[in-house]
């Protein structure tokens, strides 16, 4: 079993739909969970980030972390085709955010269309 | 407008030939990351190196791959000689640690590396 797991897709919504994506994970020292959207040939580029559990909203965008399941979504309002990426979950201890970088695991990422 | 650069964007070569491939941290950052992205494994990181020093190569097949970092605007991944197995895209990242601030990584546009 890989540390963090994530639905690859393809994932195909409707303009203006609203979007879920999902990782799980099994590393329970993980504290910090981000989102990165990568375009088609492009790099990942961070999207969001929440520390420990709870939500955080950015625009169109919400971030969940629920610790106790082992579950983070982040969810698009409004979906447009400029949101088409893919979304890849990554995580990381406590140290990372401190004095030093430990390692950020990355989920495989879920491939996102949107449909005009 | 700050960007990792890399250099080959793509690179065609036969098994068995060295491969170098370069990047460029964005001024300041300290601590620069190579990661290998394929389909079957998704994102996974091969090495990084906080003030030029390397801090972890777990995640690099030794007998083959080599990562240096000559000064702190350039590092390097060599690969010799190369197998098909490496066909993949081949991403830099940098970033700095600052205490209580989420470990975000910028990441270069990639080097696609197929190995005949």
């Known amino acids: 079993q890989k540390e963090v797991e994530q639905d690859p897709g393809p994932l195909s919504v409707p303009e203006g739909a609203i979007v879920s994506l999902n990782c799980t994970y099994s590393n329970s020292a993980f504290q910090y969970f981000m989102w990165y959207r990568q375009y088609s040939r492009k790099g990942p580029e961070l999207l969001m980030y929440t520390y420990s559990s709870g939500n955080k909203e950015d625009g169109r965008f919400t971030a969940q972390v629920d610790k106790s399941s082992k579950y983070i979504s982040l969810f698009i309002r409004d979906s447009q085709p400029s949101d088409s990426a893919t979304y890849l979950c990554?995580?990381?201890?406590?140290?990372?955010?401190?004095?030093?970088?430990?390692?950020?695991?990355f989920g495989p990422g879920t491939s996102l269309s949107v449909i005009p | 407008d700050a960007r990792v650069t890399q250099t080959p964007r793509h690179k065609v070569t036969e098994m068995g030939q060295e491969v170098t491939m370069r990047c460029q941290p964005i001024?300041?950052?300290?601590?620069v990351f190579w990661y290998r992205q394929t389909m079957m494994q998704g994102l996974e990181l091969l090495a990084y190196?906080?003030?030029?020093?390397?801090?972890?190569d777990s995640g690099m097949p030794k007998d083959r791959f080599s990562a240096e970092m000559p000064d702190a605007t350039l590092a390097t991944l060599k690969i010799q000689p190369s197998e098909p197995r490496d066909s993949a895209v081949y991403f830099c990242a940098s970033g700095t640690p600052l205490a209580g601030v989420v470990n975000e990584q910028f990441f270069g546009p990639g080097t696609r590396l197929t190995v005949l």
């Open positions: 990554a995580m990381s201890n406590e140290g990372a955010m401190k004095t030093s970088y430990d390692k950020v695991i």
């Open positions: 001024l300041g950052h300290n601590t």
């Open positions: 190196f906080r003030n030029r020093a390397p801090l972890d």
